[in-house]
Each structure stands twice: as C-alpha cells, then as structure tokens.
C-alpha cells in the first residue's frame, strides 16, 4: 500500500484532498505545520507529500520542503506543493526547493488525483 503525506494548516484542504484520494487503496497521513511534516516525512517515508506553502510555526512548505529533501532516504520522494501561492516567483522558489510539482489552489481533484497516479505508476 502507498503512504501519502498531506501537509496543509487549513483541516477543510486536508479533508478535500483525502476524500479525492480515499477512493484508490491508499494510506493517508496528514499534518498541519512544516516541522510536523518533516518528523512524519523523515519517520514514515511517504512514497507522495502533497505541501502546502503557507503555514503557520518556524517553518513554512519551502522550507519544509528542503529539510525533507536534505535527507538522502528522501531525496527522491515526489513532492507536490499544492499552495495559494500561484506567483511565477512562487513557483520557481517551489522548484528550486525541490518541489516535483507545484499546483495552485482552488486547485481541480481529478487533476491531483491524475498527478499522484503518474507518479506512484511511473
């Protein structure tokens, strides 16, 4: 079974995307803050994070993101931010982090669930 990570502050987003997913097989983590999305990330090791840049706490989803990153067991681990933030700046700054793809909100369900599909097939 694939382990999904879903990082967003906004409980209704979390919902919303597990529900998108919940109908393939499977395992949803969620979390609301940067640093609890790299604990769970480094402990847990998702084979997908789904991130959300603005958050509350020390860290935001770029930073999160790197931290993740830095970890040489995930390094590869796709990452897809998922974020409110749909400046060109923005998005080029997700890349950079180490972002696989970069999405903006409202975002369309069915494109995120195509996405993770691609992702956990290929």
Known sequence: MKTILIVD??????DLVEVTLRSDDYRILTEASGEAA?????AE???VII???????AIDGFQATERIRADPGMARCPIIM????GQQAD???????GATDYLTKPFSPLELMT???QILDG
Do not use: C, H, S, Y
Request: net charge positive.
């Open 51 to 57: 991130m959300d840049v603005m958050m509350p706490g």
């Open 45 to 47: 090791r998702p084979d």
């Open 115 to 117: 996405k993770i599909e």
């Open 91 to 97: 998005r080029e700054r997700g890349l950079k982090a």
């Open 82 to 85: 998922l974020t409110a933030r």
């Open 9 to 14: 502050d906004q409980p209704e987003v979390r």
């Open 38 to 42: 790299v604990r769970t990330a480094l």
